[in-house]
């Protein structure tokens, strides 16, 4: 799996697009934050959508996929090496990013906010990557059937169909409420990773869909054909 | 060791632009032995080479590797696989290309740039070309790479899709040493490929695949040889004379418009044979050869 992680990493911090796109986010978030405006990391969150991205379907149509898998090399051990890659690739930026902040903030003194303490960064570095590992586990799920990056498209839907208003009717009400929930669950980690309620309902209910999600990526892609044409 | 039985593959659904890329294909592949798959464009080649490989799965029949399913990591441990159009990180340097493989394929960390580098002068690959990313490489130089790739570890299963397409001659010539190297030493091939003399020089058997059916099957080396054809070119003036000759011994040759005659024969003592009537009768021999003239199977059929 390791190989699998490195080459994830190598993959898009080795590519000018990627450092670019990266790049331009992390400098505007920090504009953002220092000029004290806009929801805090709620930019850099858009890193995860470029980062996870096709992650799997791109492998798929180049064919690059089909010379990993012709080695000794189990599909589940592919997958998992390609989400903790994103994960790993995303931990990454967070890091850079916020130490730009502090010392956007601390050393160059631009407009100090009272949240750019290290221990405030580090908290909304952890929420934005706990909201990412989540996004990412539905993008990987779609990524394992949906070409290119259709997975964004089946992200939107999905976040759409379930805010959808769920009408008159009480018990459809009380459904779209249960799947909401359930499958988009909300934690405030900020609290959580600060103690107040880790154990809690919404934690649970975070961990079981991300559970869901990726059972769901290992169950689709074990069992999908890979062709590279049809001669 | 290669097992195909009754294996039929059909994409599309619902009615809709079905295709039936394979048709109750059955066929087995010895251990050492070296396999040609020859048909027309969308005959069904790449789709029982996927097949092989485990990659896509029959809808009926069953293919095995020494008892075990395709995609059995043991199988895939003794696999080395060239796809037709290498598709990787177009970003990354060659030689890492090749160190990633070789991890992946079981090869030790520590020996990584001494094998990657190894395998670079095997395919006549220039080091200096090993830190440049693969998008800078041309389509030779792709098929090189994915070639010393799949000869990581010296695998017993080969398969080769199209090995050297895109290649200059010597690349083409280079490709067949590798591959008769590998053949040498055990190895177990599969050559899907369009390049008929090349297989003709490497493979002990052919078989035709055409409208995802396997058609024919002709043994090409050794005493088992299904398939030799004499080949003599005589002048053009001595046509009719070399025809008479060679059919008062038996033959069966067929003349083509540019002096040629072609005829069957079972053995190299029989191509002898057929080389001295002509010259008892007197027939300028310009050239003489047997071999399994696969362009003529392929010349009823539709052409390559």
Not at chain 1, 92 to 112: M, P, R, W
Not at chain 1, 175 to 189: G, H, I, T, Y
Not at chain 2, 241 to 254: D, Y
Request: aromatic share 8%; hydrophobic share 45%.
């Amino acid at each position: 799996m390791i190989e699998m992680v490195r080459r994830y990493l190598r993959q898009k911090y080795g590519s000018p697009g990627f450092l670019i796109a990266l790049g331009t986010l992390a400098l505007i978030e920090t504009f953002f934050f220092a000029m004290g405006s806009g929801e805090r990391f709620a930019i850099v969150q858009v890193a995860i959508l470029v980062l996870a991205a096709g992650s799997v379907s791109r492998d798929v149509s180049s064919g690059a996929l089909q010379m990993i898998l012709s080695r000794p090399i189990r599909r589940t051990e592919y997958l998992f090496g390609r989400y903790v890659g994103i994960l790993a690739s995303y931990g990454l930026f967070l890091a850079v990013t916020s130490g730009l902040i502090f010392l956007v903030v601390h050393l160059a003194k631009v407009n100090a906010r009272e949240d750019a303490s290290p221990l405030s960064l580090a908290l909304l570095a952890g929420e934005a990557f706990a909201n990412g590992a989540f996004q990412a586990a539905i993008l990987l799920m779609f990524s394992t059937f949906l070409p290119g990056i259709a997975d964004l498209l089946g992200l939107l839907v999905l976040y759409v169909v379930l805010h959808l208003p769920p009408g008159k009717s009480a018990w459809l009400r009380d459904a779209a409420d249960a799947a909401r929930e359930n499958l988009l669950p909300q934690v405030s980690w900020n609290e959580a990773l600060r103690g107040d309620g880790i154990l809690g309902s919404a934690t649970g209910r975070w961990v079981f869909a991300l559970t869901v999600y990726l059972v769901l990526a290992a169950v689709i892609f074990s069992r999908r054909e890979l062709p590279y044409g049809q001669d | 060791m290669i097992a195909v039985q009754g294996v039929s593959k059909t994409f599309g659904h619902f009615g809709a632009r079905r295709v039936q890329a394979l048709d109750a294909v059955s066929l087995g592949v010895r251990r050492g032995e070296t396999l040609g798959l020859i048909g027309p464009n969308g005959a069904g080649k790449t789709t029982l080479l996927s097949c092989l490989l485990g990659f896509l799965r029959p809808d009926r029949g069953a293919i095995t590797v020494d008892g075990k399913p395709p995609d059995d990591l043991s199988v895939r441990a003794r696999t080395g696989y060239l796809p037709e159009r290498l598709g990787f990180d177009r970003d990354l340097p060659g030689g890492a290309f090749l160190a990633f493989h070789w991890r992946l394929a079981g090869g030790a960390r520590s020996r990584a740039k001494a094998e990657v580098e190894a395998a670079a002068d095997r395919v006549g690959l220039e080091r200096p070309a090993l830190a440049r990313p693969l998008r800078g490489y041309s389509r030779g130089m792709l098929q090189r790479i994915g070639l010393a790739q799949a000869l990581f570890r010296d695998p017993e299963l080969l398969f080769l899709d199209e090995p050297a397409s895109g290649t200059d001659p010597r690349g083409v010539a280079l490709v067949r040493e590798r591959i008769l190297e590998a053949k040498a030493r055990g190895a177990t091939i599969v050559l899907n490929s369009h390049q008929l003399a090349e297989v003709e020089k490497v493979c002990d058997r052919v078989v035709f695949i055409e409208s995802g059916r396997l058609t024919q099957s002709e043994t090409l080396r050794g005493d088992q040889a299904t398939r030799r054809r004499g080949l003599v070119r005589v002048p053009a003036a001595g046509l009719a004379a070399a025809t008479a000759a060679l059919s008062r011994e038996g033959f069966e040759p067929t003349a083509d418009p540019y002096g040629s005659l072609r005829f069957p024969v079972g053995s190299d003592d029989e191509m002898a044979r057929a080389i001295r009537a002509l010259a008892l009768a007197e027939i300028p021999v310009y050239e003489a050869k047997a071999s399994a003239d696969l362009e003529e199977l392929f010349s009823g059929r539709g052409g390559p």
